[in-house]
């Protein structure tokens, strides 16, 4: 068949003209799928008002989210963690830490739920201690010792907080600005706390600071864990593991005594994993002292790297949590003054050792005791540790 030049014009004008088209069609499908899939992820941090403290200050609570469906509620205020939730082996999420349903109940008094520890996690003996030669006086408020930082530690400030994405997850940087002789504390410190919460349903936390003075650091996080999801029951089901052959006995006011003591032959080792409540009604004085389990335990492979540190496994749900840090120590503390006065999230009380803390840090008392790695810093240096805590099930 003959076919004319124009025939043959028109033709490839045609076909030109469906391509055309086609890549077209392709492009606005694509855009409405592009479109259609970021309308449909969800916003891996959003923001609220939790509440308004006594002066008017908004307290703000950021949730952050990954695409397992973990969910972590942190407010500005002592950067507390209100809510952590974490699937069982079926699928079924559950919040796990202890906590309270609104800011009231937080400012009216509670045992650090959640909260960011500073200046100083832990206790330091008689609220004294000295750096060149100076001593400095900070408040007594547990018993004839200093706790957590004092009368208004970082766990009752308001911080200052930035939300953000990146690579690793949601990301929320909180920082504050402790000025020099806060809570008798010698030198102005920057504090800059990062939880990012990965895909992975683990909860990374790196702390930074800086001081313009000689002074002591020891930043922690003081969440109380309760993996079965009842948050009013006792935790005596869970296994704990911690890497630690060595803990620090301690005296009558928890004040470590300077003794590296082994753990094995005591109700103190879990280095096997073992229920917490196996042995802490042992006929033991130190377990008496803290009424339970309320001590330090030295980690294992040396204080600069990262490894795991501890572990907790519910065997009814499936729920484990590990503890990776390059803290050199690990407190474990059972809930022991948990009495049943105060409410639980959603309903009912938090009774006794409803809820444990995996808080790691330097050893207590570190500035009066020279044998303890030194939590001194200076100006020019950085105060840097990091913590990670990862839900899994099996």
Not at 195 to 214: F, G, M, R, S
Not at 274 to 294: T, V
Request: charged residues 25%; hydrophobic residues 30%; negative net charge.
């Amino acid at each position: 068949m003959r076919i004319t030049k124009p025939f043959i014009f028109y033709g490839i004008l045609l076909m030109a003209l469906v391509n055309m088209g086609c890549k077209q069609s392709k492009k606005e499908n694509q855009s409405e799928m592009e479109i259609e899939t970021t309308a449909s992820k969800p916003n891996p941090i959003e923001e609220t008002t939790f509440g308004k403290m006594p002066n008017g200050t908004e307290v703000k609570k950021f949730t952050l989210k990954n695409e397992a469906g973990t969910e972590v509620d942190v407010i500005t205020y002592g950067g507390i963690i209100t809510r952590w939730t974490a699937p069982d082996r079926n699928g079924f999420y559950d919040d796990v830490v202890l906590g309270f349903d609104n800011l009231d109940q937080y400012l009216e008094g509670n045992p650090y739920f959640g909260a960011l520890i500073g200046r100083y996690g832990n206790r330091i003996a008689k609220g004294k201690f000295s750096l060149d030669g100076k001593t400095y006086t900070l408040a007594t408020n547990d018993g004839d010792n200093h706790l957590h930082g004092g009368e208004k530690g970082f766990d009752k400030v308001i911080l200052d907080a930035m939300p953000k994405e990146d690579e690793e997850g949601a990301v929320l940087v909180l920082t504050y600005t402790s000025e020099d002789g806060e809570e008798g504390y010698p030198g102005k410190l920057d504090v800059k706390v990062t939880y990012t919460l990965t895909d992975d349903n683990a909860l990374d936390i790196q702390y930074e600071a800086v001081t313009d003075k000689p002074t002591v650091v020891n930043l922690t996080q003081h969440s109380y864990f309760n993996l079965s999801g009842q948050l009013s029951k006792p935790v005596l089901d869970h296994k704990i593991h911690l890497n630690a052959d060595t803990y620090l006995p301690v005296d009558g006011g928890l004040i470590p005594t300077g003794e590296f003591r082994e753990v094995a032959g005591t109700p103190f080792d879990f280095t096997e994993p073992k229920l917490i409540g196996k042995e802490i009604e042992a006929d033991n004085e130190q377990l008496g002292l803290g009424q339970g389990y309320d001590h330090c335990w030295v980690l294992n492979e040396g204080k600069d790297s990262f490894r795991l540190a501890a572990s907790a496994y519910h065997e009814k749900t499936g729920r484990f949590m590990e503890v990776y840090t390059n803290e050199p120590g690990i407190q474990f503390y059972s809930g022991n003054f948990l009495d049943g006065t105060l409410p639980a999230k959603g309903g009912g009380t938090y009774v006794k050792r409803s809820g444990f803390c995996l808080e790691t840090q330097h050893y207590p008392d570190s500035p009066n005791q020279s044998d303890f790695p030194s939590v001194r810093l200076n100006p020019g240096e950085k105060y840097t540790t990091r913590t990670m805590y990862k839900l899994s099930t099996k």
